[in-house]
């Protein structure tokens, strides 16, 4: 059976997941879980991707391409070296090097990938993800949403019916989905975002801050010089990490610039109320979509049972403050917010690959699609007018027709234009396609014609128009936002990556002779590749039992024992997620202990 991997696609850091034993784990490269989401060329030319071209940025921001995602699905080209390269690509190249992980650390090759997006992606940056997979070489089974992904790490069986609700700010967007999981299913209720909003957000407004202290002590704007400005960047954002657990960080920054043929350097503290004002703006937009997303479900706060954290930037403290007003109970991050989303995508992968890992998922569309028409308001023609066709939250895959006609007698042609957004007035919805229907039979109006919109599990639409009295029909699948590459610019492009691969000194992507190799963990045993990997299937089951026995023990335990316990198992969860053998042997001795000693109490 074909291994199919999950891929979390991030603007800031991608990881791939797989399922083993039954257990979501993230593959990692030399013990790292994560691959920032950066691609550069080294001065002699050679490719590199992840943290070496991240690491370059602050030198050579001119060779180096970051938060990539969000330009996916505009029709634009960023420089690399002497070439330009589409969104697409250098998406594909971050996914390419997922894929090469995934085939050392597994020891065969991966053909077939599920991988998430944020909701809130359009039609056009759904497919663009679609394509960057394809270049890649990966066969991309499903498209599904990060929030989404992230629920499919929950239990499918929760005692009760639950209510999730997911916050999953990342490094460039943000999406909110409210979800009811019961007896294995689990249901998308309603979602809403920003394509736009992240920590990338916060780390442009801590710049901004820094570089006005500093023109206003010195007159010199750092923001002008790409090198000034890149060193800044990455020393902000290192910054902002810190005041997540620091009440004040300083910024150190030597030789950042020159005033009369003296160096300048920057040294400035940065206290963590003035960073909270900074974002909170951005933040309170966040909470206008937990409001929206609660209303689409009708629901109330008070009506949320758990309010679950995904993605890096959540571990802002004002974050957490800001939720637990706002919904009057105190936030869950159990899950680690930085793979949740790779786990739950290697979740939906083993799902469809027919393995039983669990849970049903029901999504849906968190935009509105249909078509322009023309109105006649007060008598007057509008040409604007959107008729919703697929409301928004329904959920997925659905089919939907409507019928409409056509304004002049023997109108040949007709032309659908489709949107998806919520506004009444086309123009203030987004533009996801448009074809004419050619050929119409010469009858008088109103001729009917028949618009089906279909959309599928990846959230990809197909538009059919049919008219119902010769069954004439034209369908498009909306993918020309994107611009997609006409069959020979395809085939250049991945020649062109693969020649950026080929040129790498990198071990090859999987050796198909000897035996598979192990699942990377941060292990140093000399161990061969083998008993490594089943040493940590051993000791995953061994912690699962011992968890759920502390499970069982933990409502009769006392106040400190109970929280000692608790505490313990997330340590151990957290160790099972980044598969660290000697973390899941070391944190289950000590579980183990204290289900010993409460056992016999
Ligand atoms: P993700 O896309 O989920 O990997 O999230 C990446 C974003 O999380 C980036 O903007 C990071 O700067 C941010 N981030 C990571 N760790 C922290 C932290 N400790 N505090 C605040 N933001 C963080």
Same mark, same amino acid.
């Not at 970051?66 to 699905?73: D, E, P, T």
């Not at 990490?241 to 910024?251: D, F, G, W, Y």
């Not at 061994?542 to 000692?564: F, H, N, Q, T, Y």
């Given at each position: ?12 850091n ?32 050679k ?35 002497d ?5 697409q ?5 971050? +996914? ?7 085939e ?29 997979? &394809? ?61 736009? +909003? ?14 006005? /202290? ?9 923001? &002008? ?24 960080a ?14 300048? *350097? ?19 937009k ?10 689409d479900?009708?629901? /109330? ?30 936030? *869950? ?17 083993? +799902? ?6 669990? =849970? ?11 078509? &322009? ?18 409301? /928004? ?10 019928i ?70 034209? *369908?498009?699948?909306i ?34 002779? =000897? ?28 912690? /699962? ?18 929280a ?29 202990d ?8």
């Amino acid at each position: 059976m074909d291994v199919i991997i999950g891929i979390d696609l991030g603007t800031t850091n991608s990881e791939v997941g797989v399922i083993r034993s039954g257990v979501p784990i993230v593959l990692t490269d030399d013990g790292d879980p994560i691959l920032p989401s950066v691609v550069g060329l080294d001065p002699q030319g050679k490719l590199l991707v992840g943290r070496a071209a991240r690491n370059q940025y602050v030198l050579s921001p001119e060779r180096t391409i970051r938060s990539i995602k969000r330009k996916m699905g505009q029709d634009l080209t960023v420089d690399l070296g002497d070439q330009k390269y589409r969104p697409q690509e250098i998406s594909a190249i971050i +996914l390419r090097a997922l894929k090469e992980r995934a085939e050392r650390v597994l020891g065969h090759e991966v053909r077939k990938a599920v991988i998430t997006v944020p909701a809130f992606f359009n039609e056009g940056q759904r497919e663009a993800t679609r394509e960057a997979g &394809e270049l890649a070489g990966l066969e991309v089974v499903r498209i599904i949403n990060e929030p989404t992904a992230a629920i499919l790490t929950y239990d499918p069986n929760p005692p009760e019916m639950e209510r999730l609700l997911v916050y999953d700010l990342g490094g460039g967007t943000f999406d909110v989905s409210i979800a009811m999981v019961e007896s294995g299913v689990i249901e998308i209720l309603s979602s809403h975002g920003d394509t736009n +909003l992240g920590g990338d957000d916060f780390d442009q407004r801590l710049l901004d801050f820094v570089c006005d /202290r500093f023109q206003t002590e010195h007159g010199i704007d750092l923001r &002008e010089s790409s090198r000034a400005r890149s060193r800044l960047l990455a020393a902000v954002e290192d910054a902002k990490k810190r005041l997540s657990s620091e009440p004040v960080a300083t910024i150190s920054e030597e030789f950042i610039a020159e005033m009369n043929g003296s160096p300048l *350097h920057l040294t400035q503290d940065v206290m963590r109320e003035d960073y909270e004002g900074l974002i909170e703006p951005l933040l309170a937009k966040t909470l206008r979509c937990v409001d929206d997303a609660l209303s689409d479900a009708n629901l /109330r706060a008070l009506q949320i049972d758990k309010v679950v954290l995904v993605g890096g930037a959540t571990r802002t403290p004002l974050i957490h403050r800001m939720l637990e007003d706002r919904l009057g109970r105190p936030v *869950h991050s159990e899950i680690e917010p930085d793979l949740a989303v790779a786990m739950g995508a290697a979740v939906q992968g083993a +799902l469809i690959a027919g393995v039983d890992v669990g =849970p049903v998922l029901v999504d849906i569309t968190p935009h509105t699609l249909g078509i &322009e028409v023309m109105s006649y308001p007060g008598g007057f023609p509008n040409p604007y007018q959107f008729s919703p066709i697929i409301e /928004r939250n329904t959920p997925l895959p659905v089919t939907k027709t409507d019928i409409y006609t056509t304004a002049h007698d023997a109108q040949k042609v007709a032309e659908i234009r489709v949107f998806q957004g919520e506004e009444d007035d086309t123009r203030l919805n987004t533009l996801v396609g448009e074809f004419l229907i050619e050929g119409l039979a010469p009858v008088p109006a109103p001729n009917s014609l028949l618009v089906r919109l279909d959309l599928d599990l990846n959230g990809i639409l197909k538009v059919t128009a049919t008219e119902r009295v010769t069954g004439l029909a034209k *369908h498009v699948v909306i993918d020309n936002m994107m611009e997609r590459f006409r069959n020979r610019e395809r085939v250049n492009a991945i020649d062109r990556i693969n020649a950026l691969f080929d040129d790498v000194d990198h071990a090859p992507a999987y050796d198909a002779s =000897p035996a598979p190799r192990a699942i990377e963990a941060d292990d140093d045993s000399q161990s061969d590749d083998d008993g490594t990997e089943n040493e940590l299937l051993d000791a995953i089951e061994a912690a /699962r039992s011992l968890i759920a026995k502390s499970e069982e023990l933990v409502a009769a335990a006392a106040g400190e024992d109970a929280a000692e316990m608790k505490g313990l198992v997330q340590d151990l969860q957290a160790a099972i997620t980044r598969s660290s053998v000697d973390d899941i042997r070391r944190v289950s001795a000590a579980l183990d202990d204290l289900v010993y000693y409460l056992s016999d109490v």
